[in-house]
């Protein structure tokens, strides 16, 4: 089975900036990480979760779901020789305090068939 572990999180003074892991394993039947669209999520208290950004090599871009005036904080990068997709968050603010998923879809980003999550990572914006 596919498995996906955060990292990268904590605790982070407003304005500074984290760059979260996401690292998959268990990746089986002849495919690796190119053959699989990976999102980030996160999930506000007392909010729903929603999609931050995805990547994938079926895409051009990757695809970023983030308010555009918010999109410059934000920037999802992939390694596929380490299995690992990166989501940086730059110019901290307490409203992206939230718990931080990375999710797989089906080889392209936006199918929404996200059969695989991490059990996620905390990222607390505080003074």
């Known amino acids: 089975q596919v498995q996906l572990v955060e990292s990268g999180g904590g605790l982070v003074q407003p304005g500074g900036s984290v760059n979260l892991s996401c690292t998959v394993s268990g990746i089986t039947n002849g495919v690796t990480l190119d053959y699989l669209a990976i999102g980030w999520f996160r999930q506000p208290p007392g909010k729903e979760r929603g999609e931050v950004a995805c990547i994938s090599y079926s895409d051009r871009r990757p695809v970023y779901s983030v308010f555009y005036s918010e999109r410059d904080r934000f920037t999802i990068s992939r390694n596929s020789a380490t299995n690992t997709v990166y989501l940086q968050i730059t110019n901290l603010k307490p409203e992206d305090t939230a718990v931080y998923y990375c999710?797989?879809?089906?080889?392209?980003?936006?199918?929404?068939?996200?059969?695989?999550w991490g059990q996620g990572t905390q990222v607390t914006v505080s003074s």
């Open positions: 999710a797989t879809d089906r080889v392209k980003c936006g199918r929404g068939l996200n059969d695989y």
